[in-house]
């Protein structure tokens, strides 16, 4: 019999990447807050932990071939169709969306769900050691 | 680890907050500077704020699709500009500096817009210090997983 780590760990592992790939986006937003034109991003949750299960990226399967070193990359660049852009409630007159108190409050509940997640798996951990302790 | 790159953007926004705090006292100091001729007048200086294109250049040049992530970017200072309002013409013919019409120029700082602008600033520094806070918690944590 052989433990399976991907089996015994579940949804936490991917969730705490996309919990932490979220901070990134929202700590972006709040740099940006006062950067005219700039749009407000944040990232649909349930899409992007979908790819991180299915473990690819929209971006590679959809990519354009490159024969030549001098080509440049084409389709999805990178991110995937996850990210997406926010409604703003109050965009001001240079363009910019970012709503510092929004951002703030989403970016601490993504803490709150980072450490909730990583209770989690810190859990699944603890019970695999008991396991191989035989305690 | 890609937490590390919250360090980056918050650091980046922190960086440009100060060199704007930075114009907003030199406006401030400077808001009595007289002068004689316009050429040689304070004006009040503003920075332009823009979002880092940085991932652009490495994906061209042959960067991992993956991991090289156009969304984070950060905020950088584009450059320095001096305002056009209008200057502060004042008619004070025993002022040293006074022109053959009696007339001094006096910086176009608007004094109440740059403590707002002080403010804004301030608060700005303050969120990007509580995001590089709340990444280090973060990472802190990922620290004792399995402990």
Request: charge should be negative; aromatic fraction near 6%; proline fraction near 3%.
């Amino acid at each position: 019999m052989t433990i399976s780590f991907s089996n015994a760990l579940g949804i936490h592992e991917q969730a705490l990447e996309v919990r932490v790939r979220r901070a990134e986006v929202l700590a972006n937003n709040l740099a940006n807050a006062d950067t005219p034109g700039f749009k407000a991003r944040d990232v649909d949750f349930k899409a992007i932990l979908g790819e991180q299960m299915s473990g690819k990226d929209l971006g590679s399967t959809l990519k354009m071939d490159t024969t030549n070193g001098k080509h440049l990359p084409f389709g999805f660049d990178g991110g995937s169709e996850a990210l997406l852009y926010r409604k703003p409630s109050q965009p001001s007159v240079d363009g910019n969306t970012v709503d510092t108190q929004q951002e703030t409050a989403e970016f601490m509940k993504n803490t709150m769900q980072y450490q909730s997640s990583f209770q989690f798996l810190n859990g699944k951990f603890k019970s695999l050691v008991h396991a191989i302790r035989g305690e | 680890m890609s937490l590390s790159q919250i360090f980056d953007i918050a650091g980046s926004g922190m960086a440009a907050q100060s060199i704007r705090l930075n114009t907003t006292a030199s406006n401030i100091a400077n808001a009595d500077s007289a002068s004689s001729s316009e050429g040689d007048v304070y004006r009040a200086r503003k920075p332009v704020f823009a979002a880092v294109q940085q991932d652009a250049m490495r994906m061209a040049l042959g960067g991992d699709i993956m991991n090289d992530r156009p969304e984070n970017q950060g905020v950088a200072v584009q450059g320095i500009v001096e305002s056009d309002a209008p200057l502060d013409m004042r008619y004070e013919p025993d002022h040293a500096m006074a022109d053959e019409q009696g007339y001094v120029m006096y910086p176009n700082v608007n004094v109440v817009e740059e403590m707002a602008d002080m403010m804004s600033a301030s608060r700005g520094f303050q969120t990007n210090v509580d995001i590089m806070d709340a990444a280090k918690t973060m990472m802190q944590r990922l620290l004792t997983l399995g402990q």
